[in-house]
């Protein structure tokens, strides 16, 4: 059994080892393939701005067993993220040798805590999947095998749940709260983004995530040229409808980014690419699901009925094409969004764990 570092030859053993853990799984789909490529992007805005780690641990005849990226981000320097984890079942030697590996390179380096499941930034991904498995995961979510729970959390020094949630598109609190709807309208204004204008929207999106999310377990600052960067790669999938912004007297105070569940245009272990575009944009292939992805609000606002106001428009959108609501995950601990979540959207969907390793 080898720890192999190799930049040059690591896309490819992932490939490889991919193929052998999810061959015929129906529900498995390679999007996140994507984000792996503009994390490791070379010149790219994140990349600039963190150190990765590419790890493969092979058996002796060169089969990858395991793979990883470890990143210490620059605004994130206190922490060594294990990112992209994927790894063949009843493999425990291998896993191991990984993570005594993570730890030697952490006590090296100074740093006092390890993430398991953090993908670089919480944007780009957060934990694994913890069930249920009888279904494909909506897209930009995770989806892993369930064997992956047991390998990570006896390395753990604390585990963390966090949950999604789904209903139908329009939930009845919606249809009932439509005064309360009229008042919140009168106060703030809601309006789709405006592409035209992309780097502008962009540095709403930044500055909202940054003063929204501060104090967030997991998320550290981002810069306009990293969401620029991400927005881009993902670009023609997404209108302007998709990225929702509330204002008043013209300032933004919060947003809702949303998308449609395009796993359900791509066959099982494909990725999203020219096929699910035109499939999308030229056919208009139907989706069933689509995905909130992410509400913010500052802090002064919340309270207010922002986040009401903009899953109302979302979902007045939304019910043109589509019949079903998902959330992103939301952290097990945070009351306010899973108070939010059970209200406006209906019940718990899939559960998701991440992982933390305290070194001191």
């Known amino acids: 059994?080898?720890?192999?570092?190799?930049?040059?030859?690591?896309?490819?053993?992932r490939s490889r080892l991919l193929k052998r853990i999810y061959k015929n799984d129906p529900y498995y789909r390679s999007t996140e393939n994507e984000l792996v490529k503009l994390v490791l992007k070379k010149n790219g805005h994140f990349a600039k701005r963190s150190e990765q780690m590419m790890f493969t641990v092979s058996a002796e005849d060169k089969t990858p067993l395991v793979s990883v990226?470890?990143?210490?981000?620059?605004?994130?320097?206190?922490?060594?993220?294990?990112?992209?984890?994927?790894?063949?079942?009843?493999q425990d030697e291998a896993v191991d040798v990984l993570f005594k590996k993570a730890i030697q390179i952490a006590r090296i380096r100074g740093v006092k805590q390890i993430v398991i499941g953090l993908n670089g930034h919480v944007n780009y991904g957060l934990g694994f999947l913890a069930g249920p498995f009888n279904s494909s995961s909506c897209f930009g979510s995770c989806y892993s095998p369930p064997y992956y729970i047991d390998y990570l959390k006896k390395f753990a020094t604390k585990e963390h749940t966090l949950v999604s949630y789904t209903g139908d598109f329009y939930h009845d609190s919606l249809e009932s709260d439509q005064r309360l709807i009229k008042n919140i309208t009168k106060r703030f204004h809601f309006r789709t983004g405006n592409f035209k204008d992309l780097r502008r929207e962009i540095a709403i999106y930044t500055d909202l995530n940054n003063h929204c999310f501060a104090s967030h377990?997991?998320?550290?600052?981002?810069?306009?040229?990293?969401?620029?960067?991400?927005?881009?790669?993902?670009?023609?999938?997404?209108?302007?409808?998709?990225?929702?912004?509330?204002?008043?007297?013209g300032r933004p105070v919060g947003f809702l980014l949303w998308y449609p569940d395009f796993h359900e245009l791509i066959p099982p272990g494909k990725s999203i690419g020219v096929l699910t575009l035109l499939k999308y944009r030229l056919f208009h292939r139907p989706i069933s699901r689509f995905k909130i992805v992410e509400i913010g609000v500052l802090p002064e606002y919340h309270g207010t009925g922002v986040i009401g106001g903009l899953i109302n428009m979302c979902c007045q959108i939304a019910q043109k094409n589509h019949r079903i609501i998902?959330?992103?995950?939301?952290?097990?601990?945070?009351?306010?969004?899973?108070?939010?979540?059970?209200?406006?959207?209906?019940?718990?969907?899939?559960?998701?764990?991440?992982?933390?390793?305290?070194?001191?």
């Not at 192999?4 to 690591?10: A, G, L, P, Y």
């Not at 790669?233 to 007297?249: D, V």
């Open 1 to 13: 059994m080898t720890l192999e570092i190799s930049e040059s030859r690591f896309l490819k053993n």
């Open 326 to 360: 998902e959330t992103g995950w939301i952290l097990d601990t945070n009351m306010k969004s899973k108070s939010v979540a059970r209200r406006w959207i209906d019940h718990p969907y899939k559960t998701y764990k991440a992982f933390e390793i305290n070194l001191e």
């Open 69 to 90: 990226i470890f990143i210490i981000a620059e605004k994130y320097p206190s922490v060594l993220q294990v990112s992209f984890f994927e790894a063949l079942p009843k």
């Open 217 to 249: 377990p997991f998320y550290y600052e981002r810069s306009f040229e990293e969401d620029y960067e991400l927005f881009k790669s993902f670009g023609p999938f997404l209108k302007e409808e998709n990225f929702l912004i509330a204002e008043i007297q």
